[in-house]
């Protein structure tokens, strides 16, 4: 069965501490966001790391402090996330490359569906399971996987790979998804 791992936002303003928008305690699952990542290129499978792109004057800005500016060092990912080979797709006219293992796709919502060329991209990679991992856990992984629920394919969750702002609406969320049928996994699980 094809998997396509997603890699949610996994940036430095929401990792570390000195970030812009920081999810406390996010930086103590950068080495399992770089395992998953590493063995999604290992087994064959397609990377996707979402990242937020935004503009100086975003609108987003008007709900959240300002963050993942793009061209920042905040809007950046982890070098050990990084795998060697990337393709950046913008949400923006262009050409799709999809021939690199990890795609960078970049966003200026919430949801990675507003990205223009998702929804296109999973229709050609043709995958029977996604893999779901990164931050904030109940508001863009959320997003990532009502998405991912709607292509009726096997949906996972990866729980030693998420943070979250409100814990309270995180567990709300998970009991929700369990109920819908994410399955939910660790890290050595997909591993394994």
Not at 83 to 111: C, F, V, W, Y
Not at 156 to 178: I, P, Y
Request: proline share 5%; with cysteine; net charge negative.
């Amino acid at each position: 069965m094809r998997t396509v791992y997603f890699d949610i936002d996994t940036q430095l303003d929401f990792l570390y501490p000195g970030g812009a928008l920081y999810v406390p305690g996010a930086e103590r699952i950068v080495p399992a966001i770089a395992v998953l990542n590493r063995h999604a290129a290992a087994s064959g499978s397609k990377l996707i790391s979402t990242m937020d792109a935004h503009t100086e004057n975003d609108p987003t800005f008007q709900t959240w402090p300002p963050h993942c500016v793009a061209g920042t060092l905040g809007q950046r990912k982890p070098a050990s996330t990084l795998l060697e080979k990337t393709s950046r797709l913008a949400n923006e006219p262009g050409i799709l490359d999809s021939t690199a293992p990890q795609m960078l796709l970049e966003k200026q919502q919430n949801d990675c569906f507003t990205n223009m060329y998702l929804a296109g991209l999973l229709n050609q990679l043709n995958a029977g399971r996604y893999v779901v991992y990164g931050v904030v856990t109940e508001i863009c992984v959320k997003a990532a996987v009502e998405g991912l629920l709607k292509t009726s394919k096997r949906v996972e969750l990866v729980t030693d790979a998420v943070r979250s702002l409100d814990e309270q609406a995180a567990q709300t969320m998970m009991k929700a998804f369990t109920a819908a049928g994410v399955v939910v996994t660790t890290v050595g699980e997909v591993t394994a």
